[in-house]
């Protein structure tokens, strides 16, 4: 059955990137304006609003299946795109949707919750002698038996939360001593951000890359992979710069592990577009680590190389089309970078960086792509992610890409925001990210300044202070202080006023 | 009668100090050129529509704001990174390092919220001895919970937030005395 | 006149001897100390060439005992004068330590009198630059007396013209309380302290080790004790700050403020103010951000700024004209009102009202700061303070509640039945005796008890609560609150509303005065 309407159950630049797929596929796209961004630049990108501006509520709507649900039934929409993030990968809602009778974009809600469940995808894996990380298959109890486990498979070992994703929840522990309150930490965030404290524990590898593969696959069963993404720019588990393919994978180990994540794609008969990451050691070993039943933020890296739009191979997919690419046609064509500018305060340990954007300058051209939900004037609020945009860049090579994105950023003009910019520049420059060698552990072991700096533009900055100096004493001295106005007052108040002393 | 013994001096330049105690020496009245490495260039100070407001040098543009100000206290965000300076007088120059030369160095530590978020955990208590690097309290923030340690080694002299208490990032959290 | 003669030639000589007393080496012992001389601190503080000195011959009172000894100097260890600053009149004296320590000795303290006793003939400001090792021991009880004289002069002044004491060097034992008489302290940091026992004393007493920096720093003071509202790195940015405070205040109670106009305006229509206070009451903002957009660029002059932060006062301009600010400060203890906060603005307050400065409240109060610690250190005698002061002060006031605004701290935060003139409200605004969660506990404690889902029926109780209590509706409706306004248009209704009080007058009964809780 064809869509022809869907309702965007999200934000932000991947609202308008749904968006922009539906318009070239002729869906009629529905959006929620909420009372947090009554104004935000995605609702320009619709063709109809749902507007609930005037419903405050603790609860943001995106997270709030109930709500969604009725605003399913009186917009009448055909299907629901849950983006990222929020209830992306909820099989109650993925569930509710198809109660309600629409199309949740995305896998069916037994595999959402079989791969949500980590401990459950765990023990599909081991059944399916899907390489894993040694550890638990089932989540732990108390700090006591955590010890004991992590004792037999030997430290570091790193805690998870069952029901997590995103680096939350997640605690690394080297030591015995330091079991017990990481243990407490770990299940406390994973009780307050995914409503589950079980967590379970697995070996910890140290510094290994941070691989995945996008997979799509029918309701058919034919399941295929669209190469890796290599994703180990990151700090505290949050991803920073993507790019595809990996510098690390011979032709060879791409196959290996394209087929182990098809497998265990099959293993729980996904279907849509997914994810599959693996952690890749020092030797070349690697190891399941979760797949990821959504559309990634990283997604253009691999639409860029694959020349697909994987929007519109998860709608295709979801009115029950039959893929029409087979494995042999997948042909990954030259190099892709991507860097998620965010606002943050890289100098104080990437802090998010609230305020207004003044000015914003995007650099253009063919091979470069900007995704961003944010527009000058808009306001990075603590209400959402510091998102401001993706900067995707292709090149023919890998040194070709590298090169063209050093001059996309630095055509990248923002003004009134502190952003990750500086911080991409000197990845960009560094030795271990140009030869391809890095690791998760990049940004500890191999930075020495988390931004670019230059004399040069340190005396520009100093000129520009001693300037605003200058001008404000100049200012203060020649300020005309009018002292006779103050004299001039009415006779009607002077006069009281002298009488009441 | 008059003051006569000396008239008030003109201001002859501006020395702008960064944290490491580096200066950049600027002569007064203010012209528009710069010397880096001994090599002096024109820049000029631009705004438009397109850019909002940048510096214009060795024919590159370079986004420039204010961003905080206060008494002599300037930070600069300049493509996207932040400079402090201090602007001082050759007067006041003369005297902060002579001040610096006989201090006998920071005896107290503040802690300051590193980013805005929630206190999620208190993991220390006024009086207590601590190391550097250990854990003081959980901060959540950035949808992690942070866990904030303790720069130097010392004792814990005063804790200036609760549980659950929302900071603003530089928030002063925890006074640490070095030492005893 | 015949200047190659005798005469003359006798006045020549005393210039000569008074320029060398006032010697470049003499400058260089303070240098040495990271101080500046007393002459120079007199030509950072005035407009150029425009200071001129009286009794700058006096000599010091002889000794009259065998007890130590006089340094003999003119002047006596302090300049003393007038001159312009910004072009305006103004008062002045600078202790110079190089003599004798700056100690105040009977002749000095009366140099000081002298331009006490002027500034208030003339209705000028004073400033007094302080560096003083106290009262001079050789002259005993002499010296005491000038302090005393000192004291009741400041007392005398106080309310009529502008004090400014500006604290540059030691200022120990009775010393200390000339300038806590005075409207404003400024004070250096790591070359100033004042304290009324010194580290040896409390060593003594106590066998406590203090440095004086920490019994009595400029940090100390501004940040803890409260003592000093500004402190400033150098002594030239100290002495900038005391040039820039005169700006904004009148030279007396009669006259109104000087008008310094910014040909750089703020807008008075600003979106952004809609969007600065968060919805969520919870999320902490800086108050700041808020006065910065209402009032004419780089105006707002914080005052306090490093004591009890959790309210923030200071002036501002509108149209040029000096306001006044007193702000909530929600990130700081959530903007509750503390001992030091109420008492930090009372005083702010009462200065603005008898120099005819008009006040405006930025409200986000939660309420008082609750706690053992509080009301045993007397949050009631101390907010009264605040209360009293707003409700006695008679120049125009006006205030703008922009979000919370609950119980007693609604009514003293120049609520309209205290006599606020002009009380807006915007649209975020929540008036009642308390907060949602408070008031739900409060009146539905049984229902909630024997609820089957007391989340939900908490969740309902709020969201009633805040529909027909809390909002600033209700009060606008009852003429609690004379409109509610777009945020986007505050600085345009100020500027107009304070325009309408500019010849407000109150008569207060008569009476010699009054009793503020102290």
């Known amino acids: ?501 | 009668m008059k003051l006569g013994w000396s008239s008030k001096k003109e201001l002859k330049k501006l020395i702008a100090v960064n944290p490491g105690r580096k200066k950049f020496e600027f002569p007064l009245p203010f012209t528009d050129e710069l010397k880096v490495n001994g090599k002096t260039s024109e820049i000029t100070l631009k705004t438009d529509d397109k850019f909002g407001t940048y510096l214009l040098y060795k024919g590159k543009k370079f986004p420039v704001e204010l961003l905080y100000k206060n008494q002599n206290r300037y930070e600069v965000l300049l493509n996207g990174v932040s400079y402090f300076f201090t602007i001082e007088t050759p007067t006041s120059y003369k005297r902060m390092k002579f001040l610096s030369s006989k201090s006998d160095g920071n005896k107290n530590e503040n802690l300051e919220a590193p980013m805005p978020g929630k206190i999620v955990e208190l993991l220390t208590e006024e009086g207590r001895e601590v190391r550097a690097g250990e854990p003081l309290l959980i901060l959540e923030a950035m949808k992690m919970q942070n866990e904030i340690q303790a720069p130097i080694s010392g004792k814990v002299k005063k804790i200036h937030v609760k549980t659950g208490q929302n900071v603003l990032k530089d928030d002063l959290m925890v006074e640490i005395h070095a030492g005893k | ?518």
């Open chain 3, 1 to 518: 006149m015949d200047t190659n003669g005798k005469l003359f030639r006798k006045f020549l000589e005393r210039e000569e001897k008074i320029n060398n007393q006032f010697s470049i080496e003499n400058a260089k012992k303070q240098h040495s100390k990271g101080k500046l001389s007393a002459v120079e601190r007199i030509e950072l503080l005035f407009d150029k060439d425009t200071f001129e000195e009286i009794d700058a011959f006096v000599i010091p009172a002889p000794l009259t005992t065998s007890f130590g000894k006089i340094t003999e100097a003119y002047g006596d260890g302090v300049i003393v004068g007038y001159g312009k600053v910004s072009g305006r009149l103004v008062f002045a004296y600078a202790q110079d330590f190089t003599v004798m320590g700056g100690s105040l000795g009977s002749v000095h303290a009366q140099k000081i009198n002298k331009i006490q006793q002027m500034a208030l003939k003339m209705g000028a400001p004073i400033v007094g630059l302080i560096d003083s090792g106290g009262a001079r021991i050789q002259e005993g009880i002499a010296s005491l007396a000038g302090y005393a004289m000192i004291f009741k002069h400041n007392v005398h002044a106080s309310g009529v013209i502008p004090q400014i004491s500006v604290i540059m060097g030691p200022a120990a034992g009775g010393a200390v309380y000339s300038p806590a008489l005075t409207d404003f302290v400024f004070m250096t940091n790591k070359t100033s302290y004042m304290f009324v026992t010194g580290p040896n004393v409390v060593k003594e007493v106590l066998n406590e080790e203090v440095t004086n920096d920490e019994l009595g720093g400029a940090e100390v003071h501004s940040k803890k004790s409260g003592v000093s509202q500004m402190m400033y790195e150098d002594e030239e940015h100290t002495i900038q700050g005391v040039r820039k405070l005169l700006t904004y205040i009148p030279s007396n109670n009669v006259v109104n403020p000087p008008v310094v106009l910014n040909p750089e305006e703020t807008p008075d229509y600003n979106e952004r103010l809609r969007d600065v206070v968060p919805d969520d009451p919870n999320k902490p903002y800086d108050v700041k951000e808020v006065i910065n957009l209402l009032m004419d660029v780089d105006s707002f002059f914080e005052i306090s700024e490093n004591y009890a932060q959790n309210i923030v006062v200071g002036f501002g301009r509108l149209k040029g004209q000096t306001i006044g600010i007193v702000a909530n400060q929600p990130k700081v203890l959530a903007g509750t009102i503390d001992i030091n906060s109420s008492i930090k603005a009372a005083r702010f307050i009462r200065f603005c009202d008898a120099f005819n400065i008009p006040i405006l409240t930025l409200e986000d109060v939660p309420g008082f700061l609750p706690g053992v610690d509080q009301e045993h250190m007397g949050i009631i005698r101390h907010g009264a303070k605040m209360l009293y002061a707003y409700t006695e002060a008679t120049v125009p006031k006006i205030t703008v509640i922009m979000r919370k605004s609950y119980g007693g701290a609604y009514i003293v935060m120049n609520s309209k039945n205290i006599g606020g003139d002009f009380n807006y409200a915007w649209p975020t605004a929540e008036i009642a005796v308390m907060g949602p969660d408070g008031a739900v506990a409060v009146l539905y404690r049984r229902e909630l008890e024997s609820s089957e889902d007391p989340d939900a029926l908490k969740k309902e109780l709020i969201k009633t609560y805040r529909d027909e209590i809390a909002n600033p509706y209700i009060a606008d409706e009852k003429g609690y609150i004379d409109e509610v306004i777009d945020p986007a248009v505050t600085r345009k209704k100020l500027i107009v509303s304070f325009e309408a009080l500019q010849n407000k007058h109150v008569a207060r009964p008569a009476k010699k005065h009054g009793n503020i809780p102290l």
């Open chain 1, 1 to 501: 059955m064809a869509i022809k309407s869907l309702l965007i159950v999200n934000r932000g630049e991947i609202a308008i990137r749904i968006a922009r797929t539906c318009k070239k596929m002729g869906i009629e796209t529905w959006g929620i304006k909420t009372s947090n961004e009554p104004r935000a630049h995605y609702l320009s990108h619709m063709d109809k609003i749902y507007d609930m501006s005037d419903e405050f509520s603790d609860v943001l709507v995106f997270l709030d299946v109930e709500r969604l649900i009725t605003i399913v039934e009186e917009t009448g929409v055909d299907a629901v795109h849950p983006g990222y993030g929020f209830l992306s990968e909820n099989a109650y809602f993925a569930q509710r949707c198809v109660i309600a009778g629409v199309k949740f974009i995305g896998p069916t809600p037994d595999a959402i919750h079989k791969m949500g469940n980590k401990t459950v995808a765990r023990q599909i894996a081991t059944k399916n002698n899907i390489p894993l990380a040694s550890g638990t298959t089932h989540s732990i109890r108390d700090a006591e038996e955590a010890k004991e486990i992590a004792d037999k498979i030997g430290y570091p070992v790193i805690i998870k939360a069952a029901s997590g994703g995103g680096g939350r929840g997640m605690r690394i522990i080297h030591k015995a001593e330091e079991l017990a309150q990481m243990f407490r930490l770990a299940t406390n965030e994973a009780e307050k951000a995914f409503n589950d404290p079980s967590v379970f524990i697995e070996k910890y590898i140290q510094n290994p890359k941070h691989i995945e593969f996008q997979i799509l696959a029918d309701k058919f069963g034919n399941t295929i992979h669209l190469g890796e993404r290599e994703c180990s720019i990151q700090r505290k588990h949050q991803k920073l710069l993507e790019e595809a393919p990996s510098p690390a994978l011979t032709e060879e180990l791409r196959k290996t592990m394209g087929e182990i994540a098809i497998k265990i794609s099959q293993a729980v008969k996904y279907e849509s577009a997914g994810t599959v990451e693996f952690l890749l050691d020092q030797s070349n070993n690697f190891y399941f680590m979760e797949m990821n039943t959504r559309i990634q933020v990283e997604h253009p890296v691999t639409e860029f190389i694959t020349g697909l739009d994987l929007i519109e191979q998860q709608i295709r997919i979801a009115q029950g089309e039959e893929l029409k690419l087979k494995q042999e046609d997948v042909k990954l064509n030259g190099w892709a970078i991507e860097c998620r500018i965010n606002a943050e305060d890289v100098q104080a340990g990437f802090s998010p960086y609230l305020g207004t954007i003044e000015k914003m300058v995007q650099p253009t051209g063919d091979n470069i792509r900007v995704d961003s939900g944010i527009v000058e004037g808009d306001t990075i609020s603590p209400n959402f992610d510091s998102m401001v945009a993706k900067l995707i860049v292709w090149g023919a090579d890998r040194n070709e890409a590298i090169r063209e994105t050093k001059k996309a950023l630095a055509k990248f003009w923002i003004k009134g925001l502190k952003t990750t910019i500086p911080f991409f520049k000197i990845v960009l420059e560094n030795e271990s990210f140009r030869c391809g060698t890095f690791n998760t552990g990049f940004i500890e072991n191999e930075l020495e300044s988390m931004h670019d700096t230059s004399e040069e533009e340190e005396a520009l900055a100093a000129w520009f202070a001693a300037l605003k100096y200058a001008e404000e004493r100049e200012k203060e001295e020649t300020n005309q202080v009018d002292f006779e106005q103050g004299k001039n007052i009415n006779p009607w108040v002077l006069n009281k006023r002298l009488k009441s002393f």
